[in-house]
């Protein structure tokens, strides 16, 4: 059986990547491969159903933010956008929820106002995050979701 999977009543199951992996973060490599319990990229993060691996998603997008902003590319608020935008690349759909549980403006006004507070947090122009395009690039179809 694959490391990347466990029994469960005789079924093969998929382990949920809700961390990343230390040594692909360090080196870009990981002996693993596609073996490895943990998550080789933010695209492979997957957000937990349950409220313990919010929680630990946000720690981590916010201790990486605060690291950004103490770097002096942005602020902390701008910074902890482009992290939570690049974490959820993969499930855009579970980033406003998220939003709202780590303090940053979201609007009250429905989920396009939301995206456009984000929008201008992390636009390139106004954030000198390194990773700011990059967001931006995620966060423009989530409003064109919205719009819709």
Known sequence: MPKDARRVQGTSVPRRKVRLCRFFAVSGLCKWGNSCYFAHGEAELVLGSDAASQQQIISECSSR??????????????????????????????????????????????????VKVLLR???????????????????GPLLAKCNS
């Open 65 to 114: 933010a605060w690291e950004d902003a103490q770097g002096g590319c942005c602020s902390f608020p701008q910074a902890l956008a482009v992290r939570l935008a690049l974490r959820f690349e993969a499930q855009p759909q579970n980033l406003l929820p998220t939003m709202e549980k780590t303090g940053l403006p979201v609007s009250g006004d429905g989920a396009r106002a939301a």
């Open 121 to 139: 947090l992390c636009h390139p122009d106004k954030c000198g995050h390194p990773e700011a395009k990059k967001a931006v690039q995620i966060l």
